[in-house]
């Protein structure tokens, strides 16, 4: 079973605070993708990253994937309370059609 | 383009009944797997299609299945409903191939079994 572990598993933290979230694996991935899904809705891609080391911004939001492909992190910095939401990531294979996912990372920003 | 969309959002059914969950992918997507989301046991893959065959499948009893339709379209069928089966249902589309193929989601289908 290739397991993707997230952590934390919750973080609370106050509006205007840097925070980092990581996703770490034993297994390969071809791909990753981070999700950010609120509560009774499905989840809404955010980024996929493809290369070893590669690194996307996408406004205050900074993804990283491990050199070895097999972990990364999402940075966000003057967290807001519109960040709060189960952020998820998720694993690809090649041709494979399923992603394994994480268990996610509750985040609450309070204003 | 049109995102993944599922009907119905919501459901209300009774322990041995039957229920039937629509998904509609992104136009131009192949493959189509279905997730079973509870607060417990976080996202479950439940199974994958792409070009109407079953590619993969989780570990879930025989009581899920699923199909897919020629224009991509899929069905989920649950049959002999249990009260663990309430959850949300996601659905995800993508092109079912290449090395960055990444998954779309829908909406979700609520299922509440009373």
């Known amino acids: 079973t290739q397991l993707l572990e997230q952590s934390p598993q919750f973080l609370s933290i106050q509006e205007g605070e840097n925070l980092t979230v990581y996703c770490n694996s034993s297994?390969?991935?071809?791909?990753l993708q981070w999700y950010r899904q609120e509560p009774g809705e499905g989840p809404v891609l955010l980024v996929t990253?493809?290369?070893?080391?590669e690194v996307k911004k996408l406004k205050r939001l900074t993804f990283q994937f491990g050199d070895a492909r097999k972990d990364s992190s999402l940075h966000i910095t003057a967290a807001q309370p519109g960040d709060t939401g189960l952020y998820l990531c998720?694993?690809?294979?090649?041709?494979?059609?399923?992603?394994?996912f994480g268990d996610g990372t509750t985040l609450t920003v309070k204003p | 383009k049109a995102g993944v969309t599922q009907t119905p959002r919501y459901l209300i059914k009774t322990r041995g009944q039957q229920v039937t969950l629509s998904c509609s992918p992104i136009s131009g997507h192949r493959s189509v797997s279905w997730y079973q989301q509870t607060p417990g046991q976080g996202l479950q893959f439940l199974f994958e299609y792409f070009s109407e065959t079953q590619r993969n499948k989780g570990n879930f009893p025989g009581r899920f299945s699923g199909r897919q339709f020629s224009n991509s379209r899929s069905e989920m069928n649950v049959s002999t409903l249990e009260l663990g089966d309430s959850a949300l249902y996601l659905c995800?589309?993508?092109?079912?191939?290449?090395?960055?193929?990444?998954?779309?989601f829908g909406p979700g289908t609520r299922l509440t079994v009373l």
């Open positions: 995800a589309s993508s092109l079912g191939q290449g090395d960055a193929d990444t998954q779309y």
């Open positions: 998720a694993g690809a294979h090649t041709n494979a059609g399923k992603s394994t």
């Open positions: 990253v493809v290369t070893g080391g």
């Open positions: 297994s390969v991935f071809s791909s």
